[in-house]
C-alpha cells in the first residue's frame, strides 16, 4: 500500500506571538504527546498521583454513551467524597458525538471534532488557591506562556474564585461577567453535585483576541465542596499556540487535503476518525445499543463523503490505513480492512 | 437481557505457537492411542507446540471428570502466559456444569484462542457473551486425527486463527459422515453437493450459535447471548432428528429478541438425522418469523467433515440470491 504524505497544508506561523514552529501534520501526534507529557511530569512533580484512562466505550460511567470528559473516571472520588491530598491527573481520550446527528447536513460546519484528548485533575476540596496556582503553574512556567497572553473568564458572583484569581492575576488578565450565567456553571450528570468555575482562555497566535482551553471547576453539593477540577483540552491549547485551522488538525486524517470542501473535509475526517477508534475499542456498527447506532451513523456519513468526494474504496482504505498506523496504539493494522468490509455491508444494506 | 460486550480479538497464533489441549467436556482417556497420536503429529506438522492440562486423563462414569478438575484447566489455559491458544480434547454433554464456576475477569484479562464444537458451544457463547471474546465452532483436538478429508478444516482453521484478514467460506468438494475414529482407511467421500438457500436476501451480523441443542440450553440464563444483529449459527449430530430440530428451532424464535436476528447458516445435517432439504424447506416456511430472513443450509460446520472454524462474536455477512451464494467472515 502507498505511503500517504500531506500534500500541500502546513498551519502558517507567521507572526505567531507563541514563537512557535510551523505545525507539520506530519508530526500531530508528536505535539500532542509532547505536550500530554509536559502536562503529566508537571502534575506528577507536584505530588499529584496519575489515574489510569479507560476505553472511551467502557461505559464505566452510565450517565453517558462515552467518556466525553476525564470527569467520568474520577466521579466516584466526588460520590464517595474522598478526593486525596493533593489530587490525582490523568489523560483521557474522548468522544463528544454532537456532531453524529448533523455530519449528513450540508450546511452544518463544525467547530469541533468529536474526538479529542482530555487531561485534567482532581485536587482535594481545601485546596482551590492551591490548584488554581498550580494551573496557572503549568502554563507560566511549564508552557512558557507569558502572564500577558492568559486570560481568565469569571464570574464575579463566585467570590472564593474571585479571590483567588486576583492574587495571581492583573485586572488585565481577568474578564469579568461577560458571558451568560450558564457559562459559569457545571452540571456532571450526577444527582446533587453542580460546578462553578472561570474559564482560562489563551491569546490567539496573530495577538488578536482570546480562545478558551479549558476550566476550573469548584464541584459542590448543598453543602460543601467535593474537589477541585482542572480540566484542559490538548487539541483546543495546540491550536492556539501553533494557530491551527480546526482543532482536528491535531488528529489530522492524511490523504484528505485534496477534497477542496473545507467543511465537508472536516466532517469527512471527523467520521473517519471517530469510526476508527471506536472500532479499535472493539465496538461495531450493528446491535441494538446507542452506543452501537452512533457508531453506524458515524459509519454511514463516512460512506456519503466517500461518494461525495469521489474516493474509491482501495483510496479510502489506505487513508484510513495510515490514519490506523499513526493513531492507534497496538493496532493489529486490521481496523482498515474489516472497516471496509462494513462499509461494502452498509452500502448493500442502502441498496 | 445481556448487553453485547465490546470485542475481544484474540492474538493470532502461528508456527512455534504453544497450545493447551483441555476437556472440558469429555475426558482425554476417551480417545485411542491412535487417535491421540495422529492429532498430536498433525498439529506438530503444523509447527504448533503442544502441552496438555494435568487432568485431561482423568475420567469418571460420564466419560467426563469433575466440575473442579475441569475448571482448574480451564483457568490454567488461560492464565498461563506461554499459553498461545486453546484446543478442545472433544464434545459432550456437560460443559454447561462448568459456567457459573468460570473466572470471566481472568479470561478477559488473559484474551486468548479457544477452539472446539459441539458441546463446546456451550463454553463458546458463555465465554463471548461475559466477556466480549471472540471464541471458536471448530476442530477439537481430537479432530486432527483425521488422515483423509481434513484439508478443508485445516485449512479454515488457519484462515480463522492464523491469519487476520477476511475470507468467504467456500463450500467444500467433497464431504464425508464416516466414523472416521473407528477406521481412517474406510472413507466415503460425497461430492457433488452445495448449498441449500432456504430464504434469499443478505445480512451482515455478529456471529452467535453452534450446537442447536447445546446453544438451547442457555436459554434464560446469563451466559445468553443478545441476539441484536446476529448471524444465527446452527448445527446437529445424529441425535438430531427433522422434529426434534423443528422444536429447538421453534424455541429459539420464542426468544424475545429473536428479531434481531438477521441471518441464519445451518450446518450439514448428518445422514442418520433424516433431515432433507425438502423436510428443512417445510419446518422453515412453517415459521412466519423467518420469512424475511436469509437462511443458507447444508454449509460445512458441525458433525459432518470437513468442518469450517467460525467466530462467535466475530462478523460474518451473507449473500444468497439466484443460486448465488456469498458467505464471508469479516471479523474473528
Known sequence: MEKLKFESIESKSENNIYDKEKFSPEKAKEYVDDLTSKFKDFYSSIGYNEEPSVQISSGIDPT??????HISVFKHYLIGDNVINPGVFMEQPCIRTRNADKLLDDSFSPQWGSYFLSIGTLASPDRLKEACNEAFDFFERKLGIARENLLIRINSADEDLMETCRERCDNDNLEIDTQKPEYYRHKIGEKGITGRNFNIALRNPNGAGFADVGNIIVLENSEKKLGIETALGTSVILKQLYGLDHVQDCNPVIGLEKIKDQMMRRKFEDSIITSTILLSEGLRPFGGSARNR????????????????????????????????KEIVDSDKSISNYMIEYIKALEGDKK | MNKIKNTIKPKKIGKGSHIRIIAPARSLKLLSEDVKMGAINKLKEYGFELSFGKNTMEMDEFNSSSIDSRIEDLHEAFSDKDVDAILTVIGGYNCNQLLQYIDYDLIRKNPKIICGFSDITVIANAINAKTGLITYIGPHFSSWAMKYGFEYSAEYFVKSCVNNNPFNLEHSKEWSDDPWFIDQEKREFIKDDKYWILNEGNAIGRIIGGHVRCLNSLQGTEYWQNMDDSILILEEDAEISPPLFDRQLQSLIHQSDFSGVKGILIGRFQKESKMSEELLVKIIKTKKELSSVPIIANVDFGHTTPLATLPIGGTLSLLAENDNVNIRIIEH
Open chain 1, 294 to 325: 452512533l457508531l453506524k451513523k458515524y459509519m454511514n456519513s463516512l460512506i456519503y463523503f466517500k461518494d461525495k468526494s469521489g474516493l474509491d474504496m482501495h483510496e479510502l482504505q489506505t487513508i484510513i490505513s495510515e490514519f490506523e498506523k
Open chain 1, 64 to 69: 453517558v454513551r462515552f467518556i466525553g470528559s
